[in-house]
């Protein structure tokens, strides 16, 4: 090969007309492989973050309706409670007082096992990073 000048240059001297151009086509054939890899690379990553997002998103619609369900569950709850106590004063009036304080204790126990949160501040709490 020659250079601009139309010298030979001496590191080539000696060398094959198409070793140079195997080394050029090798250069440019790892110069498109890298910049695959880069583009890749980026393709990869942000798939990654639509995946995490999705993922946090799936997790807070989880929390919101576990926490909603409970808040339902305690409210039937509540009320089945209330429909049987009112049933039982009407059958045995005297034992109103005693019901009420039945009461009282049976809604400490339903709220200790399912308590009625704020879903949105649950949520909050839970997925806060």
């Avoid at 080539?12 to 790892?30: D, E, K």
């Avoid at 409970?70 to 009407?90: E, M």
Wanted: proline share 3%; charged share 20%.
């Amino acid at each position: 090969m020659t250079d601009a000048f139309g010298e030979r240059d001496e590191e080539q001297a000696g060398r094959p007309p198409w070793l140079s151009i195997l080394v050029g086509s090798l250069s440019l054939i790892v110069g498109v492989l890298t910049v695959g890899a880069v583009v890749l690379s980026i393709l990869a990553y942000s798939q990654a973050l639509t995946d995490i997002h999705e993922i946090e998103s799936s997790r807070k619609a989880s929390i919101l309706l576990s926490c909603e369900e409970q808040n339902t569950r305690n409210a039937h709850t509540v009320a089945a409670l209330d429909h049987l106590l009112a049933v039982a004063v009407r059958e045995h009036p005297a034992s109103a007082q005693q019901v009420a304080a039945s009461r009282a204790s049976t809604l400490l126990l339903i709220d200790a096992l399912a308590p009625v949160e704020n879903c949105n501040a649950r949520v909050i709490r839970f997925t806060k990073h």
